[in-house]
């Protein structure tokens, strides 16, 4: 080391590898003590939390909220549901006009129409709209407490609702994820809140057996009385659910839409490939129970029945021929405890062959 001029080894190494400083120094003044950036676009390489704040904010663009209902018409009108829920159950309705879930019941006024598993193909656009006539008529107090309060408050324009449904959520309710049909319905879609507060939540994914929704993008609290307007991104690009745990008390929404006059419909008299057809019963599923032609006996219920294992019983019990016996001991006294058990149970009348007799059991 002293003969070519080093004292330490450092030194030589530094003097043999000269541009890892360059290196570092040119590397230290582009980062300014940060790390190195791959690609120059932060759109397209965003933090996942940017992304799902951008798209919060798309999807809050689309959405009104107001609350132009007080408690006093909160609940005139939600005795009007029970009313409703009252006529479902006694069957007073249309076929089309309730439909039952777990938890959750839908009743169509207006206009009703084909969707989740009514439907043989699924996916967006498979919806129909069920032929004129198929669900009842919007009821008159639908119109006077909540249509002409929502027009006088320049929410939706005069003559706009021709559908309205109720959706009645016991506590545990859910609606999965979804997005009411565009080529069903105009736009906005307006929704008014009773019985108690809940949310609405967007972008959610259902997982079933057990049910689990995963995170939303956008939770929106929606309070008792509060009418709800969505459109835009929040109505045709995302999602939106009401999940499980956000509905603890017994909670209502009537929703006000106007469907599109080009939006397919169901023809009356034509099966239709959207629903799903009602499989017919085959008839080697059908199990009857056999009839016998012989007439009953009266005597036969006071009589012993022989079953298998009194059979097999009776079958060692019967004496053997003397060339067919077995030698020694242990086959002799079994022949002979079959002889006397047989014997046993005969007749002292009956003919001398009467150890070939049937022992029989009482049951």
Same mark, same amino acid.
């Given at each position: 080391m002293a003969a070519s001029g080093y004292t330490d080894l450092r030194e030589k190494l530094k003097s043999m590898t000269p541009h890892r400083d360059n290196y570092k120094n040119k590397n230290s003044d582009n980062s300014n003590g940060s790390k190195r950036k791959y690609h120059d676009s932060e759109e397209d390489f965003s933090d996942p939390e940017e992304q799902r704040e951008v798209e919060a904010q798309k999807v809050k663009s689309g959405i009104t909220q107001v609350n132009i209902f007080s408690t006093e018409e909160c609940s005139v009108i939600e005795s009007k549901i029970d009313e409703v829920v009252s006529k479902g159950e006694k069957g007073l309705y249309r076929e089309h006009t309730v439909d039952r879930a777990p938890l959750r019941n839908k009743y169509f006024f207006g206009e009703g129409y084909t969707y989740g598993s009514q439907l043989e193909k699924r996916g967006p656009g498979q919806e129909r709209l069920y032929s004129k006539g198929e669900v009842d008529d919007i009821p008159n107090w639908v119109h006077e407490l909540v249509i002409k309060k929502l027009v006088a408050s320049q929410v939706i324009p005069e003559d706009f609702v021709n559908s309205a449904v109720i959706n009645d959520y016991q506590p545990g309710g859910c609606i999965v994820s979804h997005v009411d049909p565009i080529h069903i319905f105009e736009r906005p879609i307006v929704s008014v809140s009773f019985f108690s507060d809940s949310a609405l939540c967007f972008g959610c994914k259902f997982q079933f057996k057990p049910i689990r929704v995963s995170e939303p993008v956008l939770f929106l609290p929606v309070r008792r009385g509060s009418v709800t307007v969505l459109s835009g991104y929040a109505a045709d690009e995302i999602t939106h659910c009401i999940r499980p745990q956000d509905i603890k008390e017994r909670r209502a929404v009537i929703i006000l839409r106007k469907t599109r006059p080009d939006a397919p419909r169901l023809e009356i008299n034509s099966p239709s490939n959207a629903v799903l057809p009602v =499989? =017919? !019963? @085959?008839?080697?599923?059908?199990?009857? +129970?056999?009839?016998?032609?012989?007439? +009953?006996? =009266?005597? +036969? +219920?006071?009589? =012993?029945? !022989?079953? @298998?294992?009194?059979? @097999? @019983?009776?079958?060692?019990? !019967?004496?053997?021929p003397r060339h067919r016996r077995r030698s020694g001991s242990r086959s002799e006294n079994f022949w002979r405890r079959s002889h006397e058990a047989t014997r046993s149970y005969s007749d002292p009348d009956d003919s001398p062959n009467s150890a070939r007799k049937v022992k029989m059991r009482r049951h």
């Open positions: =499989p =017919p !019963v @085959e008839r080697h599923q059908i199990l009857k +129970a056999k009839r016998s032609h012989r007439k +009953a006996d =009266p005597d +036969a +219920a006071h009589r =012993p029945r !022989v079953l @298998e294992m009194d059979k @097999e @019983e009776n079958r060692r019990s !019967v004496v053997l």
